[in-house]
């Protein structure tokens, strides 16, 4: 990390003379600036401006009609971005260049705008803090690795991709030796940026790599998240290869996820842990957990935001389909990890690695804080196999995560009827878009036998 009296130190012996002034958009991707330093560190440091567009948009920048925030009739005005300098970091993988989030105000009270990702975690780290407590998470990113470049793979029609090798790779050091021309590179360059890579290694289908980040404050974990995302697409593209966290790129392989771990801390200690409980679980840890179950339904959406994020609900897919939880059981949506130790913490096994974190998180911990306010009682684990089951399912389109988080009352109280209402859109907006389209599939199908 670098402090600002430092960075005006590098920009003066020349040694950095670009700053990446990012803010994190609706689907969880860097936007934002390329400054000149001088400039940068002569004044641009206090805030600059962005459409407002930027946070009523899909994954094609498109301009879709029905957001209170922002629309043409309103005539798409400005966004103060203001740059938090104690997120400064070198980007090792560009020259010359590091990088500042930034928080977005609104442009003429200069308050936080309510709906922006930044802000939506931001409320519920400070809500639990209000409680004593301090929301510790990690994520694990999944991704597939391919050989061709992204341009090479656009102008081909996205057709007959081929992954970085040519079968399930999971835990596997041989080809993952392979791989070490993109993976090495990700691992260093994200390490020297300040971020605490823990390992990779790859997943349980052919090109698919595991990318781990040590736990960390949730604001914290957020970002690393982001940045790292943004990091492995850049590095793939250095060296000739596409990357993508599409959930499922292929209906015969599995999918990626992105598992998100959380624990609450109070003065330093693990708030989780009762070493008289059979599991190490405390009273506080388990309504917590209850809270997570009982109000999945309505922060799927933050987890799984596009169509294409419930394929990958599938059974024997290492993915889950029911809001169960488990004792150190892959098959349910939330395992218990660590179990009888300090480190007892909660997985979350829905978040697919298309989800924006910072959302994801925000209705996580939004669920959990109404489980401790509300006292809810866990039900016992569940054990065996839990995809045998039919009760308890999470929602399985987008249209139905889309009308839980329209309908939840616990995300209204804990977020504000402005920002669900935004989001609620969002989903809309995606359902739109892909109804209006004829698929390959259909035409296949149905062009001589229908």
């Known amino acids: 990390m670098l402090t600002f009296e430092h960075l005006k130190t590098q920009v003066s012996d020349g040694s950095v003379d670009t700053v990446l002034v990012c803010m994190v958009d ?8 390329r400054f000149h330093a001088g400039h940068f560190v002569a004044g641009a440091w206090e805030e600059t401006h962005c459409c407002n567009y930027l ?33 400064l970091r070198p980007v090792p993988w560009l020259d010359g260049t590091v990088m500042v989030m930034c928080d977005v105000l609104d442009h003429h009270t200069h308050e936080e705008v309510p709906h922006a990702p930044r802000s939506i975690l931001k409320k519920q ?11 510790m998470c990690a994520t694990e990113l999944e991704f597939f690795l391919f050989e061709k470049s992204f341009d090479q793979i656009r102008k081909e029609g996205f057709r007959d991709l081929e992954p970085i090798s040519g079968y399930n790779e999971d835990y596997h050091i041989l080809q993952t030796t392979k791989e070490e021309h993109v993976m090495r590179p990700i691992r260093n360059h994200l390490w020297n940026a300040g971020i605490p890579v823990e390992n990779s290694k790859g997943e349980a289908e052919t090109g698919q790599e595991e990318l781990n980040i040590k736990y960390a404050p949730a604001m914290e974990t957020a970002e690393y998240h982001s940045i790292a995302k943004n990091a492995v697409k850049e590095i793939a593209w250095q060296h000739g290869h596409a990357a993508t966290f ?9 999918g990626s996820s992105s598992h998100v771990h959380q624990s609450l801390w109070a003065d330093g200690r693990p708030a989780f842990f009762d070493e008289a409980d059979e599991l190490g679980m405390s009273a506080l840890m388990k309504h917590y957990m209850a809270g997570l179950l009982k109000y999945a339904a309505d922060y799927t959406y933050f987890m799984a935001p596009y169509i294409n994020s419930y394929k990958r609900f599938m059974k024997g897919t290492f993915a889950p389909t029911r809001i169960i939880w488990s004792v150190d059981n892959r098959t349910a949506g939330f395992r218990l990890c660590g179990d009888g130790t300090k480190a007892v913490r909660i997985e979350c096994r829905i978040p697919g690695s ?28 569940t054990t065996g196999d839990v995809y045998q089951g039919e009760t308890g399912l999470i929602p399985g389109t987008l249209r139905a995560a889309r009308d839980a988080l329209h309908g939840s009352a616990m995300l209204r109280a804990a977020m504000g009827d402005d920002v669900v209402d935004h989001y609620t859109r969002a989903a809309e907006v995606e359902i739109e878009e892909f109804e209006r389209v004829v698929t390959d599939w259909e035409v296949a199908r149905g062009f001589e036998r229908a």
Do not use: C, F
């Not at 009523?56 to 300098?85: C, F, I, N, Q």
């Not at 780290?125 to 929301?135: E, I, Q, T």
């Not at 401790?372 to 684990?381: D, F, H, K, T, W």
């Open 125 to 135: 780290v400070n809500r639990l803090k209000a409680m004593g407590y301090d929301a």
């Open 26 to 33: 609706m689907q969880g991707r860097l936007m934002g600036k």
């Open 354 to 381: 298309d989800m924006n974190p910072y959302l994801a998180m925000a209705g996580m911990l939004a669920a959990g804080i109404a489980g401790i306010e509300e006292e809810l009682e866990l039900q016992p684990p």
């Open 55 to 87: 946070l009523a948009t899909d994954l094609e920048m498109a301009t879709p009609d029905g957001y209170a925030s922002t629309s043409w009739e309103r005539g798409y005005g400005d966004y103060v971005m203001k740059p938090d300098l104690d997120t």
């Open 246 to 254: 599409l959930p499922k790129w292929h209906h015969d392989k599995v």
